[in-house]
């Protein structure tokens, strides 16, 4: 199986920065594109970047400019750096991957499990 562990969420104050991070480990043949997710209270899970295998990456108009999103294939980490954050990104952010596992062979989404990122005005 795979799983996704992500780290790096917390508390933090208006205009702070902090870094997520998320590992794949398991029976991976190859992770295609990663992505960061959130979902704040009463609101449905929105997509926050977006990156591919050949590291093209894609924002959501509301982070453009403050995130970057970037990979590291040799560690199957992605990594999210959030500058100037703002009380409106508070949400749980979830990493999610798809990827190609080898047993049973075939390509698949994976999700992590979450990690909050709470910002305090």
């Known amino acids: 199986q795979v799983q996704l562990e992500e780290s790096g969420g917390g508390l933090v104050q208006a205009g702070s920065s902090l870094r997520l991070s998320c590992a794949a480990s398991g029976n991976i043949f190859t992770i295609k594109n990663m992505a960061w997710y959130r979902q704040a209270p009463g609101k449905q899970r929105e997509l926050v970047a977006i990156i591919t295998s050949g590291s093209i990456t894609d924002y959501a108009d509301s982070v453009k400019g403050r995130f970057t999103i970037s990979r590291d294939n040799a560690k199957n980490t992605v990594y999210l750096q959030m500058n100037n954050l703002k009380s409106e990104d508070t949400a749980v952010y979830f990493c999610?991957?798809?990827?190609?596992?080898?047993?049973?062979?075939?390509?698949?989404?994976?999700w992590g499990q979450g990690t909050q990122v709470t910002v305090s005005s």
């Open positions: 999610n991957a798809l990827i190609t596992i080898t047993t049973p062979l075939g390509s698949r989404t994976f």
